[in-house]
Every structure is written in structure tokens, then in C-alpha cells.
């Protein structure tokens, strides 16, 4: 490679990226719905290398009550990442990164929980990222969708998530860690496609006015992917084989 700047490893003369992807396609996502026997719903997402478990309670009481609130319900998020989910072990105490992606997810999975039917009540969500390489709040974001919807929570839509990006001048779909670190712009999107409604989106990186709006389309057709292999993880627990 003698000589290239690092931006061209990121994306060959032939326009292949450094993971062997095209621009446009999406590294291997698979989602199971379901899993955990004491959860009230849950999910297991592997989103490229990304490996994400979510266990979702109730609705439930809330403790202390004075956090309750008397017309609707409340979700609370925790995103959480294992020492051993990242190359250097991670301290295990709570990360401002992590704080910080907790409100994000909650914010962004809001919009489609009708949380006005359970006043009173807490939706806990709690994620564990077992395994993360770039995108882990996109794929978070898409296993707790379908987990709410496996615990039977009633939903407006659900949110798929997946991130837009730039590497070498390039817009580019699903980034992975390496082009997160080298690359030049990082999008996550999400999206709820039925209702057509953008529930989280953020920008890490400079991009012109026409890139934005190539990485907004790209973003929303990828969380359409998105969104198929959450339905169908929900339809194989309840219509398939029924082994999970
Ligand atoms: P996201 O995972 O949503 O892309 P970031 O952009 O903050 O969130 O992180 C990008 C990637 O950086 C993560 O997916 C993970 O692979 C890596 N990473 C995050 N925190 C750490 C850490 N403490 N140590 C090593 N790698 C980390």
C-alpha cells in the first residue's frame, strides 16, 4: 500500500472497504428474539462483530415511588459494556460514554412506547454488550426494540437503527470500528419506518450539505434492512419452530 494516505485503506481503487464491504452494504446482522427466561422480553443481536443482549422488565413499580410519574409510565435504559467487550479491558464502573449512550437510546426508543398506557409504572431496559466493534448504539437500539416488542410492551413502530458515514470522500452505509476511528464521519440513524419518523440521529464529522443528505437517505434505507430482520426475528419466536 505503499505510500496512501489512510483515508484510501479505508476504500480501495475498486471501492471496496477495508472489511471487504461495497459502500452500500451492510456488514452480517442476525437478531433472535428472546432468551433470557427471567426477562419479560428480550433480545440478542450480532451486528457485524457488535454482540448485544437486552433483558426488558416489566411494566413495574417504581422504587422510590416520588420517581414515578401519575400519568404515564417511565423507561429507564442502561447501556452497558463488559471489561472484556473491547480489545484493552474496559473499567466495569459506568462510563460517562456509557451515560451518555444510555440517554440516547432512551430518548430514541420513546417515540415508539406507548408509555401513557402504564402509569405509575418503569419499563427497564438493560443492555450488555458482550462484544463491540463500532455501531453498538445502532445495534442496541435495534435488539431493544425487539425486545420491548417480545416482552409484549404496546409500540407505535419499532426503532431500527444502523449508521451512515464518510470514509475517502466516500458516503458509506454501516461503519465499523476501524472506519469510525479513521474515517471522517460517523451517523448513526434511527428510524421507525412505518410511522416514517427519525428518532435518533447524530454526527461525529464534517460533511458537506449533499453528503448529509446522501448519508440521511442511505442511513433511512439501511434502518428499512434494519427493520425486516427485526420483524422477521419476532415472527420466527412466535410463528416459527418456537425453540427460543
Ligand atoms: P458506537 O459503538 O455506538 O459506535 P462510539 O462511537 O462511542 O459508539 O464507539 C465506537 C467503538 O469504539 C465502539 O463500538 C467500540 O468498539 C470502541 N470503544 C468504545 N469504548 C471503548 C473503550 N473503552 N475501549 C476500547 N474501545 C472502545
Given amino acids: 500500500m505503499g505510500g496512501r494516505e489512510a483515508t484510501m485503506v479505508l476504500l480501495d481503487e475498486n471501492g471496496i472497504r477495508c472489511d471487504g464491504r461495497k459502500v452500500d452494504e451492510p456488514r452480517r446482522i442476525m437478531i433472535r428474539a428472546g432468551g433470557l427466561k427471567n426477562a419479560d422480553g428480550s433480545a440478542y443481536i450480532e451486528f457485524g462483530d457488535n454482540k448485544i443482549l437486552v433483558g426488558v422488565f416489566g411494566p413495574r413499580d417504581v422504587h422510590p415511588k416520588h420517581m414515578s410519574d401519575t ?4 423507561l429507564r435504559v442502561r447501556y452497558h459494556m463488559e471489561p472484556f467487550s473491547v480489545g484493552e479491558r474496559k473499567n466495569p464502573a459506568p462510563s460517562r460514554r456509557e451515560i451518555e449512550i444510555s440517554k440516547v437510546i432512551k430518548e430514541a426508543l420513546e417515540p415508539a412506547v406507548m408509555l401513557e398506557k402504564f402509569p405509575r409504572t418503569a419499563v427497564d431496559v438493560f443492555i450488555e454488550v458482550l462484544q463491540a466493534d463500532g455501531g453498538t448504539r445502532c445495534a442496541a437500539l435495534t435488539a431493544a426494540s425487539v425486545a420491548l416488542a417480545d416482552a409484549g410492551i404496546p409500540m407505535r413502530d419499532m426503532v431500527a437503527a444502523i ?8 458516503v ?7 472506519e469510525d476511528q479513521a474515517g471522517q464521519a460517523d451517523m448513526p440513524i434511527g428510524y421507525m419506518p412505518s410511522l416514517e419518523k427519525v428518532t435518533l440521529m447524530q454526527l461525529d464529522g464534517v460533511l458537506t450539505p449533499e453528503e448529509y443528505k446522501k448519508c440521511v437517505e442511505v442511513g433511512i434505507e439501511g434502518c428499512k434492512l434494519v427493520y425486516d430482520l427485526q420483524k422477521k426475528a419476532l415472527n420466527d419466536k412466535y410463528f416459527g419452530n418456537g425453540d427460543n
Fill in 71 to 74: 400519568d404515564t409510565g417511565i
Fill in 163 to 170: 449508521a451512515a458515514g464518510k470514509v475517502a470522500d466516500t
Fill in 172 to 178: 458509506i452505509l454501516d461503519v465499523n470500528n476501524e
